[in-house]
Every structure is written in C-alpha cells, then in structure tokens.
C-alpha cells in the first residue's frame, strides 16, 4: 500500500521530469542546432537570417508537440477507428456493412434508450437552467444569498455514484406498512399516501426521479454561469425600464430574459452536452432495468457483455455523437467569431 | 450544515446595484422571495444532511426510524422476564423481588409499563400496579422494579412489558467498518494514486501548448484552436472501445496486464488535455501584449519568458483547471472501471462504492459511511477554493455572442 502511494508519487516527479526535460531539452538542441554560433554557413548573414527563420518556424511545434500526440492518441484517432469499427463484427475483423446500425434500429433496447435520452435532454436542462436560473435572480436580492449560492452549488463537487448513493437513501422504500427510512416516502406518508417502491414504478416515473439527481447536480452550474451574466446587465437599462413603470415580472421577462439569453443558450447546451453522456446515475440506480435504459448505459452494457461487442458498442457510441455534433459546430463557431473580434 | 433560518429584514447596503434596488422596493414579493430560496436550499441541501446524519447512526436505529427522527428519543415496546420466584427475600414481614427491566444499563428509560403483553401502556413510571400472580408492582423509570407481595411468589415464568425509551446513539463505528473491513480505506488510497498524477502531468503539458497558441504565430493556428474546441465536447465514449482494443494490445504484445495505473494516467491525461489548453490559453492571451514583448526586445526567448513570467502569472488559470480535473478524476467511474481492475490494489473509491450499492444494498450503514467518506475530500476541495473553481467554469463556458 505505502509502495503504491510512493509508487504513484514517484510517477509524479518522473513525469514531472520527463516533461520540463523534454521542453528544455528540445528548446536547448534547437538553439544550438540553428544557432547563430552553431554549425552550417557561418559569417554568411543571410544563411543565419534563414535559420532564425526556421527556428521561429520550429520552436511552436516543439511546444504543441506533446499535448497534440496525447490528443490525436486519446481523442483523435479513437473517433476514426470508432466509426471505422461500426461497420465490422463484435471483434472487428469482419465487415458488416450497415449491420450495427440495422441491429440498433430493431433493437428494443435501444429504442428504449433513444427515447428515454430525449426525455432526459428535454427535462434535465430545462429544469436545470430554470432553477439556477430562479436561484441567481432571487439570491441576488438577499442578505444570506452567498450562503444560499453555495450550498446549492455544492453537490457539483459530488461523484455521480455518491449522489446515487444519497438519492438512493432518499427515495428508499421498506414495504407498505413498515415505518419507512427514506424521507420521500415518509413524506407520502405524511400527506395519508402510500409508500413506493420509487424505482420501479414504470412508465417514465422511475426515469424522471433519476433525472432529479442530475437536475440537483447541475443546478448550481447554471446558477453560478447566469448569475454571474445577470450582474452584466448594465444599470441603466433596468432604471430606465423602471421608471417607464414597467412591472418587476415584465423587467424579467421583457430585459432580463433577453440580455442574457445567450448565456442561457450556453448553460443549455452544456448540460445537453452532460446529459447525453450519462451513464454513471443509470448504471448505481437501476442499471438500465425497469425501462429506465440510457445510450450510455446500454454502450457500456455492450462493452462487457459476452466479452464485449465492439460493432454495437461503437454503433451506440456514434449516436451519441451524432447528437452532439451540431452543439460542437455551433461552439467552433462562436469561438472563431471571438477570435476574429480579439 | 448549518441551517439557515429565515429573516425579513434586508441588511442596507451601501452599494445598491440597480437590480438589488429594484427588488428593494418589493416587501410582500421580498418575503416570498426569501421563502422561496429558502425551501430550494432546505430541498438541495437535505438529502446530503440525511447521508452525514445516517451515517453516525447506530446500525440498529438506523434500519428502524428515518434520520430525521434521529435527535429525539425513540420509543420501543420491549418485554422483561422477572426474576425467578426463588430469588424473593422476606422483609418485615412481605415477600420482596428486586430487579430491572434492562440488566445492562444503556442509558435506556421506561416511560410506562403494563403486565400485560396487550396493554405495556397501563401505567405510567413510578406507578403501583396489581400482578396477577398476587403482589403489587412498581418499575421506576430508570428500570429498576421492585415487587411486594404478602404472600410468598408463587410463579414459573412471568414478564412485564415496558415502553422503552431509548436514547439516541451515535457512533463512529460504521466509519471503522468502513475504512477497515469494507474495502473503503484501501479504495481511497487507490483514489489518490489514481488521481494525482492525471491531474499534475496535463497540465505541464497543456500549459507549454497554450502558450505556444495564444503568444506564437504559426501556421494553421487558428485551426488547431477551432481543433481544440471541438475536441471538447468529444463524448469519452468514442474514445473507451479502441483505447481498451489497444491497451488490450499492447498487454498481447508485451506480456504485461492491460489494466495498469500508468494506462489510466495517460488516458485521463489524453481527455483532460482540451479544457486544460482550452482554459490556459484563454488566460494566457487576456496577460498583458506590452510584458511579453519588452521582454522580447531585452532577448528574452520564448522558454524564458514562458518559464519565468507567463507561468507564475498564470497561477490562477492553473488552479483552476487543477481543480476541474482534480474532481473529474476523482469522481469518474467511467474511465476507472474500464481501464482499471476491480482487483483490492486498484479499485477506486466511485467503483467501490457502486460494487457495495450492488453487494449491501440494504446495509445502509455501509453506504452512507462509504458514500461520505467518497465525497468528503471532494467537498473539502470545493469550500476551500471554491474561488478558483467559479472562475474556472466562468471562464470554460464558450461565450456566447
């Protein structure tokens, strides 16, 4: 155990190392490769020119370097080979041309996930967003509302396995007549209902108390983004509205709402983008049963199952990518439009 | 937690920006306002209480009454066995039986008592009531009973019925087991050698390729950016299929496992990269042109300036993104159960902890402990630099318009 945690220290020195001395190293042999004191056609001013040109040229890539191997190793190459794997067989030898994405289609399962993922994308950020949203605007008024902010924002620091755990707790169900340890149903009781078994209850129910968790996580990351965009709006503009006698809703609606609407789009998007990953929520909950099935899950599912498919799990994989792609080329957009403006 | 009680009243404030004054001239609107963010506190906050609470609970209690019950006594319906009638002992001429309802003290009470299994509510403590084996009876409420008799006792087995009040109890016990006998321990040791590295090693590397974007000019620059940005919504799931295809692989070729700490190392390394050159950069840019180029003109190189001034002064954008990544790392299951083993020197805390939702689903001694001692350094890390970390979502969110 101690040999492990020095074991895991050790790497972080040789990493460490291996890093500044790979940048200091390249930069060091590139100088004197090219320098102007170095070899080649010395005492020619042209040549020298020539090579500071080429050292300027070099010097970024030996920066980029590292990070574009990691990146083009992990993220880049895995995208192509993913999509190549689709069209073969669950070991990747075999091409089967569109045989995963016929499979998919007819499979109920996965038609159960595709619809249970566009519930999750229409319920989870709006409601996220609302609420942060609610949070932002009202804490802002409040002398405890920095408090308030933070314990909001304070389940964004929890593992999707730990949140399972304390909804699980929640939502804990002992048998109709059993005095009940999970305060949901002890508050059913309280109102004269009765005790659920909270997880099984299909169609939908049972899906949407997982998505409660995810809304209960996200929450705060949208308040903290909208708050901050609501400090943004310019005095002036809510003075004069109020003094056009304008009522505190219609302000709301009518100037609030539309100067940060933008920033609304982005808490949006970035929770769709949260969502339709999840895995982790579906996977400690119910593990996909009783109907509560996600893309993700079901990918995962595939991965293990049999000794793993890698045809469908990769088919599973390019829908989720599928549905993200349009957000990532709306976000290249916007950052080439800020680039231009810089 | 602290639970934060409702006051009407505002606190003036010297400073009034225009949206606080706006509202300031509500005061039905304020109060439900106050009310309003105070029932979404009391909902976002309490399930979190409930695990902190559960988790110092005795076990026994804790299957029985819900948490929230927790600080107030509980009452049980037990039932006592007297002593034997031989034990009675003659006292001025009655017959006497000493004893107590609870022969070890637990610090438990008897709030009334019957002798009757139908009816333990008859009669309050202190009180006399009839036997029906002839004598009287009095249980005192800390459970000692004393039973008087003019004639000798005459029974083979009789009982009382008593409702006990018991006191709550809390424990650290269920963190022991945790710790020692769970596995949970020996996962958070996993946890960190997971985590340390894959959060130091990105960012040295990320820091040199920002810089290189945001100060250098070369070709295809503005590409590699754009790259960079769309790398950042990439699902990890495109990634886990060939990534485990080809650690499988390399495991085949070389003789060694497939699951090691280095694999996991470099793939969170590999996923966090884009927000970590994505953040940097941004940061770096916004640092002042007129620094970087007096600096140029004194002949300055590049390394050098990066070294010596673009790095110190980016210490906040470094924070920042050790944090995210400090907390992605941490609490990902994903990436740890595919590329990690469920073997004891490996397993991660978030893995554990779904192993043990599996295994002891209705040990909730065990789950709440566990599940507490996950998110404790994550929370820890949250409060402390919670600064940094709002900064960094401010700044990692793509701006819109």
């Known amino acids: 155990m101690w040999l492990q945690i020095a074991g895991a220290l050790v790497t972080v020195v040789i990493g460490v190392a ?38 300027t040229r070099i010097r970024p890539w030996l920066f980029l370097a590292p990070a574009l191997f990691f990146m083009g190793l992990y993220l880049i190459y895995p995208v192509v080979e993913t999509l190549r794997l689709t069209f073969f067989d669950r070991f990747g030898t075999n091409y089967v041309g569109f045989g995963n994405y016929i499979w998919a289609f007819n499979d109920p399962q996965f038609q159960q996930s ?22 932002a605007v009202l804490a802002d008024r409040i002398w405890w509302g920095q408090v308030a902010k933070s314990l909001i924002f304070m389940p964004m620091a929890i593992s999707f396995v730990g949140a399972s755990v304390i909804w699980k707790f929640v939502y804990d169900y002992r048998g109709t007549n059993a005095d009940q340890i999970g305060i949901l149903n002890a508050i059913v009781q309280m109102f004269g209902g009765e005790p659920q078994a909270w997880m099984t209850i299909t169609p939908f129910w049972n899906s949407f108390l997982l998505m409660i968790i995810l809304v209960w996580i996200q929450t705060g990351f949208a308040m903290v983004i909208l708050s901050a965009a609501l400090r943004g709006i310019p005095e002036e503009t809510i003075e004069a509205a109020r003094i056009d006698g304008a009522s505190d809703i219609r302000i709301f609606f009518d100037i609030m709402i539309p100067q940060i609407f933008p920033t609304i789009l982005v808490v949006w998007t970035t929770i769709t983008i949260v969502v339709l990953k999840i895995f982790d929520i579906v996977l400690a909950m119910t593990n996909g049963q009783w109907d509560t099935q996600v893309l993700a899950n079901l990918m995962f599912d595939w991965m293990f199952r049999g000794g793993g498919d890698a045809g469908r799990g990769s088919t599973i994989a390019i829908c989720i990518m599928i549905a993200v792609i349009p957000i990532m080329i709306w976000n290249i957009r916007q950052a080439n439009k800020e680039e231009g403006t810089r | 937690m602290t639970t934060i009680t409702s006051g009407t009243a505002a606190t003036p404030r010297t400073e009034r920006s225009a949206i606080a004054s706006w509202f300031a001239q509500l005061t039905a609107g304020k109060i439900v306002a106050q009310l309003a963010l105070l029932l979404l506190v009391v909902v976002w906050t309490v399930p979190t209480a409930g695990l902190l609470i559960s988790s110092v609970r005795d076990k026994d209690q804790l299957t029985t009454s819900g948490w929230w019950e927790s600080l107030v006594m509980s009452e049980a319906n037990e039932a006592a066995s007297l002593p034997p009638a031989d034990t009675q002992v003659e006292e001025n001429g009655q017959y006497v039986i000493r004893g107590s309802v609870f022969p070890e003290d637990e610090g438990r009470t008897v709030v009334r008592y019957g002798t009757s299994i139908n009816n333990p509510s008859e009669a309050a403590a202190g009180d006399t009531l009839d036997l029906r084996t002839g004598g009287e009876i009095t249980v005192n409420a800390d459970g000692t009973f004393g039973m008087v008799s003019a004639a000798p006792f005459e029974y083979d087995r009789a009982r009382i019925f008593v409702v006990a009040g018991i006191p709550p109890r809390f424990t650290i016990e269920n963190y022991v087991e945790v710790l020692t006998s769970e596995g949970i321990g020996r996962s958070f040791i996993n946890s ?21 974007l945001a100060w250098m000019s070369f070709p295809f620059r503005g590409l590699l950016v754009a790259l960079i940005v769309g790398l ?3 699902p990890l799931q495109m990634s886990l299929i060939p990534l485990l295809r080809m650690y499988n692989g390399i495991a085949g070729l070389t003789g060694g496992a497939s699951k090691t700490y280095l694999g996991i190392w470099l793939a969170h390394t590999g996923f966090g990269l884009p927000l970590a050159i994505y953040l940097l950069r941004n940061y770096m840019a916004s640092l002042p042109k007129e620094i970087m180029e007096s600096a140029r003109m004194d002949g300055a190189s590049h390394f050098q300036i ?26 990902d299951l994903l990436v740890a159960t ?41 929370l820890m890390v949250f409060f402390s630099l919670q600064r940094y970390f709002v900064r960094g979502l401010l700044a990692g969110s793509v701006k819109g318009g």
């Open chain 1, 18 to 55: 291996a890093c500044v001395l790979y940048f200091w190293g390249t930069n060091w042999v590139l100088d004197r490769t090219l320098g102007t004191s170095g070899a080649g056609a010395a005492g020619d001013g042209v040549a020298t020119a020539g090579q500071d040109k080429l050292r």
């Open chain 1, 114 to 135: 595709i619809f249970n993922n566009l519930l999750w994308l229409i319920i989870v950020p709006t409601l996220a967003t609302a609420f942060g949203l609610i949070v």
């Open chain 2, 192 to 212: 960190f050698t997971v985590t340390v590295p894959a959060t130091v090693i990105p960012i040295l590397i990320a820091a040199f390729a920002a810089y290189a």
């Open chain 2, 232 to 234: 950042l919504v990439v």
């Open chain 2, 306 to 331: 990066f070294t010596t001034m673009v790095l110190p002064l980016s210490f906040p954008a470094l924070a920042s993104f050790a944090i995210f990544q400090f907390l992605w790392v941490w609490n």
């Open chain 2, 338 to 378: 595919v590329f990690l083993g469920n073997n004891e020197g490996q397993i991660v805390l978030t893995a554990r902890l779904r192993e043990l939702l599996g295994s002891r689903g209705d040990n909730w001694e065990i789950l709440t402990a566990g599940a507490f001692v996950s998110i404790f350094v994550p």
